[in-house]
């Protein structure tokens, strides 16, 4: 969710409801229609810490059970989390445990055809790998299609990490990005400065949909991933 505005986050659930989409949504804060991605069976909601003001030292006597705690009574029967920059370590793992939280998303890997990589464990928590996040992706340059993460010979989870941001703007770049994070919370600019001529992360998302489609994928919730589940089959996910 990264902080985004109500009127982005109602962009978002309608973006979802339109394609009947499975979501997992890691929350930092509330927002005003936040009842409705609640009510939402096809929707789970999950919390997105941010320790790096620990880090930077600036927390302002925050340690990371105050953190954990915070989030946690925003969303108290969270059982997924993703770290802010995907900061982890085995003492956050251990606390994010004793809070509830059951699935931790913080391992980007680079994807490759004929690699195989699996869910483990850490601390009690699942440890599941990703290898899709629209901001590293502008990054890369839009190095690979969407058919590509759907590929059989690439034999993990196929979790896809979007940002509400980057979805609204259709972000070709993140020089664009930049340039509006200073009014995130503006209305008003993030729709002058939506991205409408270039290919972008929502152009992305759009061509996804239709490749998993077609491909015969439909998407489901993190916390339905079962240990039991973990097979090479898991390419086919």
């Given amino acids: 969710m990264d902080w985004a505005c109500d ?32 009510d939402n069976k096809r929707i789970n909601l999950g919390i997105h810490p941010n320790f790096n003001p620990i880090i930077n030292g600036d927390a302002g006597g925050d340690n990371k059970e105050v953190v954990i705690r915070k989030c946690k009574e925003l969303i108290p029967d969270a059982v997924v989390a993703r770290s802010h920059s995907l900061l982890n370590s085995t003492p956050l793992t251990k606390v994010l445990y004793e809070f509830g939280i059951k699935y931790e998303l913080n391992s980007f890997i680079v994807p490759h055809k004929g690699m195989c990589v699996y869910p483990w464990y850490l601390e009690g928590v699942m440890q599941i790998p990703f290898f899709f996040e629209d901001d590293i992706y502008l990054m890369e340059g839009f190095s690979n299609q969407p058919q590509f993460y759907l590929c059989n010979r690439i034999k993990m989870y196929k979790i896809f990490n979007f940002h509400p ?39 992305f998302f759009k061509e996804l949909m239709k490749a998993a489609s077609d491909g015969g994928y439909e998407f489901d919730l993190i916390r339905n991933i079962r240990k039991e589940d973990y097979s090479e089959n898991c390419g086919d996910r």
């Fill in 165 to 203: 941001i980057h979805l609204f703007l259709n972000t070709e770049t993140l020089e664009r990005y930049y340039k509006i994070k200073k009014d995130y919370h503006n209305f008003n600019v993030l729709k002058k400065n939506r991205n409408t001529k270039n290919y972008g992360v929502l152009d």
């Fill in 7 to 38: 009127e982005v986050m109602d962009f978002l659930y309608d973006l979802l409801e339109n394609y009947g989409l499975s979501a997992t949504i890691n929350i930092t804060n509330y927002f005003c229609n936040i009842g409705r991605y609640r």
